[in-house]
């Protein structure tokens, strides 16, 4: 089995900082991408952040220039540095990651969710 485990949510005023944090544990043998989703109510769940092993990123626009997501391959992490929070980057995020396991490719496996809420 795999899991996926984020860390590092919580409240705080706009313009703050958070670093969500997940670590991905189990039967892996590389991981291909991982990345940061977010869902906030009503919404659909959006792309945030994506970066491949070999560190090539991707950004939803909403949060180029104050979301910087980074890959820890030995530790099989993904960390995703949020400055200069706005309310509307309250959501729960999630984790995402591609990767090869003892029994095959996982596409697409989502952690359960930490929930980032920014005050105005």
């Known amino acids: 089995q795999v899991q996926l485990v984020e860390s590092g949510g919580g409240l705080v005023q706009a313009g703050g900082s958070l670093r969500l944090s997940c670590a991905a544990s189990g039967s892996i043998r590389s991981i291909n991408a991982m990345g940061w989703y977010r869902q906030a109510p009503g919404n659909q769940r959006e792309l945030v952040a994506r970066?491949?092993?070999?560190?090539?990123?991707n950004y939803a626009d909403s949060v180029k220039g104050r979301f910087t997501i980074s890959i820890d391959n030995a530790k099989n992490m993904v960390f995703l540095q949020m400055n200069s929070l706005k309310p509307e980057d309250t959501a729960v995020y999630y984790c995402?990651?591609?990767?090869?396991?003892?029994?095959?490719?996982?596409?697409?496996?989502w952690g359960q969710g930490t929930q980032v809420t920014v005050s105005s």
């Open positions: 970066t491949t092993s070999g560190g090539s990123t």
């Open positions: 995402n990651a591609d990767l090869w396991t003892n029994r095959g490719w996982i596409n697409d496996y």
